[in-house]
């Protein structure tokens, strides 16, 4: 169950990374890499994830618990007690490792220069906007995934059938599993 929780919580930190800053620190690099997650990779960014993800968590959730002979009765607040001791350590893990990304993959002035921005005004507004933008984002992809998958799945349909990629005893079974492509 953590499991999907974590991996969906990278991509949307994924997403998320794109700033460092550099307050006064014996190393410049770690200080700018440090400065940028922590405008970058905060809680409530994350909750802006969650958010557009959450029918999907909670489902997710539920039938990992299903599976083990185990329903809850209220998956609503299960989640949200869920994320309530979930959400702080994973912050702070992800923005431990993001400065670390941030440091083997760009120099000095490059994390300089990003931590400048985040210090403007255009750089906060940006920080601040942010939230909402990866809920937008993630509403987008679930949309445009849906629309994917199900033309992908129309298209596999008919490869399956033409490439002959699926053997079975009962020609029913085939003829079933087309029809849910379709």
């Given at each position: 169950?953590?499991?999907?929780?974590?991996?969906?919580?990278?991509?949307?930190?994924?997403?998320?990374?794109?700033?460092?800053?550099?307050?006064?620190?014996?190393?410049?690099?770690?200080?700018?890499?440090?400065?940028?997650?922590?405008?970058?990779?905060?809680?409530?960014?994350?909750?802006?994830?969650?958010?557009?993800?959450?029918?999907?968590?909670?489902?997710?959730?539920?039938?990992?618990?299903?599976?083990?002979?185990?329903?809850?009765?209220?998956?609503?607040?299960?989640?949200?007690?869920?994320?309530?001791?979930?959400?702080?350590?994973?912050?702070?893990?992800?923005?431990?490792?993001?400065?670390?990304?941030?440091?083997?993959?760009?120099?000095?002035q490059e994390l300089t220069d990003i931590a400048a921005f985040f210090q403007t005004d255009s750089g906060q507004a940006y920080v601040l906007a942010t939230p909402k933008l990866m809920s937008e984002g993630a509403r987008m992809g679930q949309v445009a995934g849906r629309k994917a998958g199900k033309n992908a799945a129309k298209r596999l349909a008919t490869r399956i059938e033409d490439e002959g990629l699926v053997v079975v005893e009962d020609p029913s079974l085939l003829s079933r599993l087309l029809d849910a492509l379709q």
């Open positions: 169950m953590i499991g999907i929780l974590v991996k969906t919580f990278f991509c949307a930190c994924a997403i998320s990374l794109i700033g460092l800053g550099s307050p006064v620190h014996a190393n410049p690099k770690k200080a700018a890499a440090e400065y940028i997650v922590s405008q970058t990779i905060t809680r409530s960014m994350l909750e802006g994830a969650i958010a557009a993800q959450r029918p999907m968590m909670i489902d997710a959730v539920q039938y990992q618990l299903n599976a083990k002979g185990t329903t809850l009765t209220d998956p609503d607040r299960f989640f949200d007690l869920l994320m309530e001791e979930f959400l702080s350590e994973f912050t702070q893990s992800m923005q431990e490792q993001s400065a670390s990304v941030y440091l083997r993959n760009f120099s000095k």
